[in-house]
């Protein structure tokens, strides 16, 4: 949380950003990306081990239900609604109409009113029925105890959810780390997986570690949206519209977290009533809520469509998916509190919870089209595991029903040895049938794509044939757009400290580049293909290749966003990178042989000619 703070404190203040814009001013980028990468694996565990105490795993689970709705009835008192037959509170001796007034109550007791009790230890509230009080104790039913098909599924998509975001922020430190954008989005992911530490999911023995894991937890959630915001304000041109909405949700994040405080402050002192800042019995808070992320949401869209055209997209994926997850979450969350019958409350929120891991999700997919992963390769990869997988559990199949039918005499021992000899031939047999599979599949599913690559090899080698540069920019240009599904592509040459779009095509020409642009210095030092949303740079697109002549950048190939939107293969980099080197040789050796040397050396050899026959015999 330290960390998530500080680094939202850097990037809001320019004078503690570098020239490349670092989150972490004056912390070495091997640190960086260690810490990153330590904050996702923390999250991961902490998940693991709510996920192991909420679901019993080693033992009891320490949640317990309440089988019951609470209703806030007068100030610091709540009123149970529609106990579940045989649940908990109804053993407990608690009848629907029942209040409870938390000032009544120890610590525990108000904290398990207004969020879960304890499956471990029984909780004691004093309840008044009628004018008379009287003391009950209570102990939690857990998810399997009773109503397991109504108790399971919110509690297993939130555990799923934390844990899809934990997967998520750490995909993106071990690959994107170096990005400031991508910094951003870990720090929101790492945020979010913190809902599981709330006192709605998490239930610890002490009750005053319980409450200052409710602020942390709160404190993590409200820096998010703002994460989301600088993570806005990144793209597109500013505009007073994005400033007025970018300080409303601030304005509502702040509101929302002195809530919170407020909620915790009342609970532990009882200087004021607390429950119309609770989630639980209050619609107050998760209207904040729903105010402060449909803000994110209209700042964010705001962002995407203040983005140059060929950008949106990315932009569109980048920031819309998270707040308008979460403003459908809060908005299901608010419908719950109003609704009485503890059956479908359960089942609203396990909507709502469904909705927090469909935001897991749209961030996976969004990974995807930000080429953190490419989507054609784990697709592939997940077709080969499957497909040797079904040939393996296949032949012991088919070796089952011979030993069971054909081959229905032999004895036990016979039948080991067949599966003992299966199991051998399989093994020496794995690595050679899963390279076979993985041929076939790569054939069957990519080729067209292999196709187009041995095409862009082909002229690459073709291009040292060509005798004029024109004929050589267009032939480029032509096969980048037949043979790759790249939505625009442009060709800069250089000249006059300056690299100049030549061809170009599916957008107006692009505007020449600096030779000292960020992009261009990296394709200088390299000498490798480049994404040029690394750097700050005027090249616009998704990958940038080096066309190279002894050492030197002649010029370079700048391919748009792929029309389906995902990354570009290592394989389509590799033929393409073939591709350029082979223009860059070419280009090279036409320009030496058509340009001023080649001039000068024709006006040298025509005036030695000249000389020799002016020359008496």
């Known amino acids: 949380m330290a960390l998530s703070i500080f680094a939202l404190y850097a990037d809001f203040r320019p004078g503690l950003r570098s020239g490349k814009e670092d989150l972490f001013n004056g912390i070495t980028d091997a640190l960086m990306r260690w810490r990153l990468v330590s904050l996702s694996l923390l999250s991961l565990l902490v998940t693991v081990f709510v996920t192991a105490t909420l679901f019993g795993i080693g033992g009891r689970p320490w949640f317990g239900w309440w089988d019951s709705n609470t209703l806030r009835a007068e100030p610091y008192t709540v009123r149970i609604v529609e106990p579940r037959p045989g649940g908990a509170t109804e053993r407990a001796g608690i009848r629907g109409g029942d209040l409870i007034d938390l000032r009544e109550q120890s610590l525990g007791s108000r904290i398990a009113v207004v969020s879960q009790l304890s499956a471990t230890r029984p909780t004691i509230v004093t309840v008044e029925r009628g004018g008379n009080r009287s003391t009950h104790s209570v102990i939690g039913s857990t998810s399997w105890e009773g109503a397991t098909q109504w108790k399971l599924p919110p509690q297993v998509l939130t555990s799923l959810a934390a844990l899809w975001f934990g997967i998520c922020a750490l995909l993106l430190a071990l690959r994107q780390w170096s990005r400031p954008d991508a910094r951003l989005l870990i720090l929101t992911l790492l945020c979010?997986?913190?809902?599981?530490?709330?006192?709605?999911?998490?239930?610890?023995?002490?009750?005053?570690?319980?409450?200052?894991?409710?602020?942390?937890?709160?404190?993590?959630?409200?820096?998010?949206p703002l994460l989301l915001l600088r993570l806005s304000s990144r793209s597109g041109r500013p505009s007073r519209l994005r400033t007025a909405l970018t300080l409303a949700a601030i304005a509502f994040v702040g509101i929302g977290f002195l809530a919170d405080v407020a909620a915790a402050t009342g609970i532990a002192t009882l200087w004021f009533d607390p429950l119309p800042f609770i989630y639980r019995v209050s619609p107050l808070r998760l209207s904040i809520d729903v105010v402060t992320y449909t803000l994110v949401a209209f700042a964010a869209f705001s962002a995407v469509r203040a983005t140059p055209a060929d950008e949106r997209p990315r932009a569109a994926w980048l920031l819309l998916p998270l707040p308008i997850a979460f403003v459908a979450h809060a908005l299901t969350q608010t419908i719950a509190v109003f609704i009485t019958s503890w059956f479908v409350n359960v089942t609203i929120i396990s909507t709502s919870n469904g909705i927090y891991l469909l935001s897991a999700g749209l961030v996976t997919y969004a990974l995807l089209k930000r080429r953190v992963l490419d989507f054609e390769f784990v697709l592939s990869r997940a077709v080969v595991v499957a497909t040797v997988s079904l040939i393996v559990v296949a032949c012991f199949i088919l070796l089952e029903f011979l030993l069971n039918t054909v081959l229905s005499g032999v004895s036990h021992a016979t039948g080991l040895v067949a599966n003992a000899v299966l199991a051998l031939v399989l093994g020496l047999t794995l690595s050679p049938l899963h390279r076979h599979v993985d041929e076939t599949v790569d054939r069957v599913l990519f080729h067209k794509r292999h196709e187009d690559e041995r095409a862009l090899i082909e002229f690459g080698r073709e291009a040292a044939f060509v005798t004029t540069a024109s004929a050589l920019l267009d032939g480029t240009i032509a096969n980048l757009e037949y043979h790759t599904d790249a939505r625009s592509a442009a060709i800069f040459l250089d000249g006059n400290g300056r690299y100049a779009p030549m061809r170009s095509f599916g957008e107006a020409a692009p505007p020449a580049i600096d030779e000292n642009d960020a992009a261009v210095l990296a394709l200088k030092a390299r000498h490798v293909p480049?994404?040029?949303?690394?750097?700050?740079?005027?090249?616009?697109?998704?990958?940038?290749?080096?066309?190279?002549?002894?050492?030197?950048?002649?010029?370079?190939?700048?391919?748009?966003e792929r029309t389906g939107g995902e990354s570009y293969a290592p394989d389509e980099i590799e033929a393409l990178s073939q591709m350029t080197h082979g223009i860059g040789s070419a280009l090279d050796l036409l320009v030496t042989t058509e340009g001023p040397s080649r001039v000068s050396l024709a006006e040298q050899l025509e005036t030695i000619a000249r000389a020799l026959r002016a020359s008496p015999p």
């Open 530 to 560: 480049i994404d040029p949303h690394r750097y700050r740079s005027g090249l616009h697109g998704a990958l940038a290749l080096p066309m190279l002549a002894r050492g030197r950048l002649l010029g370079i190939v700048m391919l748009g």
């Open 192 to 224: 979010f997986s913190t809902v599981l530490l709330d006192p709605r999911y998490f239930v610890p023995p002490s009750a005053t570690f319980q409450l200052v894991l409710f602020i942390v937890t709160r404190a993590c959630l409200a820096i998010a």
